[in-house]
């Protein structure tokens, strides 16, 4: 089980790899992947990323896996209903939720948050502050907290039962199916998924104290300046 075990560390260090090399490509940071349009680090973006790395590299690593064991069908794997109903609702939650923050940062640009060049970098905080309103980068947006413990929980989870599955098994050819998912984990992760959704629907009253939408996107500079200083660093 150790080609395996080997091809599923190797898939996942080739594509944070990838990950890596697209982010800077983007935005000179090493992190730019998980920064959004507001130039602010993303909740959705590192539950995607997450999700892409886990599922995608343990699917990578079993066919290897089953190639390197000389299967006869390296590629009869199946991928259970459950994950793909995982994979569909972090997918829909990002959607969703990029096409409410579009719609805001296009009728409330003066009242969404946004950060970019050296006097408003993007901060990893982020990821759990609020964006919008007099509270913007004040106060701990609670369902981004919720959102990112679970999507924590259910993620080390399944990377267990996915070690074990594959540990146990008799042989290369055994492991011919990823590992199921438990429908109450499902429902879960779908349950915090549409409390994240949904709270970001409600509009925040009052304005950021720093740097916001509209004026970012009045200042085209400001990406210029971001680089620049990102270079310099670097």
């Known amino acids: 089980m150790w080609a395996i075990y080997g091809a599923w560390m190797i898939s996942g260090a080739t594509f944070l790899i ?17 920064i959004d349009e507001r130039g602010r680090y993303s909740l959705n973006h590192f539950q995607l990323v997450l999700w892409t790395l886990v599922i995608l590299s343990l699917l990578s690593g079993v066919f290897f896996g089953r190639l390197v064991h000389g299967v006869a069908d390296p590629l009869g794997i199946r991928i259970p209903s459950e994950l793909l109903g995982l994979f569909g609702i972090v997918a829909a939650s990002a959607v969703t939720a990029t096409t409410v923050k579009r719609t805001k940062d296009t009728f409330r640009g003066e009242s969404v948050a946004a950060s970019g060049g050296t006097e408003w970098p993007p901060r990893l905080m982020q990821i759990f502050l609020a964006e919008e309103g007099a509270f913007a ?45 438990p429908t109450a984990f499902l429902a879960l992760l779908g ?37 620049r200083a990102a270079s310099a660093m670097h």
């Open 18 to 34: 990838l990950a890596f090399f697209v982010g800077r490509a983007a935005t000179l940071r090493s992190d730019g992947i998980l």
């Open 137 to 181: 980068d004040k106060a701990v947006d609670i369902s981004k907290f919720q959102g990112f413990i679970v999507t924590i929980v259910v993620a080390v989870a399944y990377t267990s039962t996915a070690a074990r599955t594959i540990g146990t098994a008799a042989s290369a050819q055994a492991v011919n199916a990823l590992p199921g998912f």
């Open 191 to 227: 349950i915090s998924q549409g409390v994240y959704v949904t709270a970001k629907i409600p509009p925040a009253a009052g304005q950021p104290a720093g740097l916001v939408v509209e004026t970012r996107n009045e200042e085209p500079d400001v990406f210029r300046v971001t680089k």
